[in-house]
């Protein structure tokens, strides 16, 4: 029997689905945005911490999914949401709808996204945005749209550099920041691949931050209307078809388990938001200016903010990055802040849970020179954990990092979007938040600690070549464990090719 979705998640599939009216503003204030209940909200949270920012971490796939919609169904005048990727699937599909339901009511809803991350379904785009309260723009986007691969290749040094920036504001009071973009990967929603991610709700000082950052792109010169690059008008019922498809695939049999474990937690949401603990303190926001697109030097960057913190670092030093290629000048840095006595631990991707295999072979030859340098390496084991409890409709999925999160101390931590390799560093525009609390960076430290323990390789050297150990000391792998000599080989082969810049 098809589980049940319950009685939130159905009036909102039939709110969002129907013709509703726009919220009219009140006579008396056509132009000031009214007080909201999310306003009072976190308002009170943070009247007990003046001048500070409350950080609450999103560690479950399903909690961070949650968040977000609770936070656009709490919103009732701005919403501000900027991707890198926002898939058409189950979860993309979902946000999609409450977004829809809260224009309905009258919020303003713009969505910023990366116009080749996300690889967007332009007519849906379109009837996103022809909604009276939407407005959808693309960043940097490819000039023809009906021949994309060839207006790839005559725009290919532009086109190169994307925006990988991800937030949520809602009503300029609550953010979400983090690695995740929009997909059923990164929500624990798919059967195949099980991201480990990790986002945070932000509210207090910095959130003004992200909105002026986000306004910053907004505003800026490659962020151009979807509808920009089309003279024919949309058919009239493009939008209503948008909402009748949505429908169907929320109530189709496709991930129906998922969509009851959501919907009976939905029910639940005002008393887990009055209960949603925060740690407060000081955070200091960090993004990329989104001139370095366009490779002018002056444009401000988040590493040349972030690498004075680090570099400060005088004990311990955890980094956690899926895509980690540290270059040269980055291994050279290393060794000289191990050498001086700092503990650094990295986990990464190992190369049966990388998705990207050429980054993985970016990394791989600086694995021996890390090591003797004295920096702690593990990769994260593709299968999922006998110790963590697995959601029974993830099944077997594959395990893959894809949380971007540094320790500075054990008491610094910094959560965003930025990878530790040449494109992150060099090329595409990113965004974090860099946070001081001691009792954060524990927690984030426990959870660093039972990930290697318990679901990673930790390396060392041998005499001719590296050795993977799984921590419990069970077994020892000479090789990349669970591979195929073709997926070795193709690794070295991509060592031979002069991409490192690129990846």
Same mark, same amino acid.
């Given at each position: ?9 159905? *009036? ?23 007080? $909201? ?41 701005? !919403? ?49 945005? $022809? *909604? ?5 723009? !693309? ?34 009071? @609550? ?11 990164? &929500?624990?929603?798919?059967? *195949? ?27 800026? /010169? ?34 129906? +388990? ?40 002056? @444009?401000? #960057? ?14 311990? !030093? ?10 040269? =000048? ?23 849970? #990388? ?35 697995? /959601?029974?409709?993830?099944?077997? $999925? ?22 530790? +390799? ?56 000479? =090789?990349?464990?669970?591979?195929? &000599? ?18």
């Amino acid at each position: 029997m098809r589980p049940r979705i319950s009685e939130t998640l159905r *009036h909102a599939l039939l709110k969002a689905c129907g013709r509703l009216p726009r919220r009219p503003l009140e006579a008396d204030e056509p132009d000031e945005l009214r007080p $909201s209940s999310l306003v009072e909200l976190m308002r009170a949270r943070c009247s007990a911490c003046p001048g500070q920012s409350g950080l609450s971490p999103l560690m479950d796939g399903e909690d961070a999914l949650l968040a977000r919609l609770g936070l656009i169904h709490g919103a009732e005048n701005t !919403l501000d949401l900027q991707y890198y990727i926002w898939n058409n699937d189950l979860t993309g599909s979902l946000l999609t709808l409450f977004c829809l339901q809260a224009a309905d009511r009258g919020v303003q809803v713009r969505l910023l996204i990366d116009d080749l991350g996300s690889k967007p379904d332009d007519l849906l785009l379109r009837a996103l945005d $022809s *909604h009276p309260n939407i407005d959808v723009r !693309l960043y940097n986007p490819v000039a023809w749209r009906r021949l994309r691969w060839f207006g790839l290749l005559l725009g290919a040094f532009r086109l190169n550099r994307r925006m990988h920036n991800k937030s949520l504001t809602a009503d300029g009071v @609550a953010t979400i920041l983090g690695g995740r973009n929009i997909g059923d990967e990164y &929500f624990g929603a798919n059967r *195949h691949v099980d991201f480990h991610d990790l986002d945070v709700l932000c509210i207090g000082e910095v959130v003004p931050e992200v909105a002026a950052s986000f306004e910053l792109y907004w505003q800026h /010169k490659l962020s151009l209307p979807v509808d920009a690059f089309y003279q024919r008008r949309l058919p009239p019922d493009a939008l209503e078809d948008l909402r009748a498809q949505i429908l169907r695939r929320l109530e189709g049999e496709y991930g129906a +388990d998922y969509l009851a474990s959501v919907s009976r937690r939905l029910d639940a949401a005002p008393s887990q938001q009055a209960a949603l603990h925060f740690y407060w303190g000081v955070a200091q926001l960090l993004y990329d200016h989104p001139d370095k697109t366009l490779d002018k030097p002056q @444009a401000v #960057t988040l590493t040349q903010q972030l690498s004075p913190l680090m570099a400060d670092s005088r004990h311990h !030093l955890d980094i956690m990055s899926p895509y980690f290629v540290p270059g040269l =000048k980055g291994m050279l840095w290393l060794r000289e802040r191990a050498r001086s006595g700092v503990q650094i631990r990295i986990l990464t991707n190992s190369l049966a849970a #990388t998705d990207v295999t050429a980054v993985h072979a970016g990394y791989a030859r600086y694995r021996w020179m890390l090591l003797q340098a004295g920096v702690q390496l593990f990769e994260l084991r593709p299968d999922p954990s006998q110790h963590i409890e697995r /959601k029974k409709w993830l099944g077997r $999925s594959r395990s893959s990092l894809h949380a971007k999160t540094f320790l500075l101390d054990r008491r610094f931590v910094f959560v965003g979007s930025l990878n530790l +390799d040449p494109r992150s560093v060099e090329i595409n525009t990113e965004i974090g938040v860099l946070f001081d609390n001691p009792a954060l960076a524990a927690l984030l430290g426990e959870r660093f600690e039972a990930t290697i323990s318990r679901e990673s390789y930790a390396l060392s050297r041998r005499k001719t070549g590296l050795l993977w150990r799984d921590v419990s000391g069970v077994r020892n792998w000479k =090789k990349e464990p669970n591979t195929t &000599f073709r997926q070795r080989l193709w690794v070295r082969l991509l060592q031979f090719l002069p991409i490192e810049s690129q990846l």
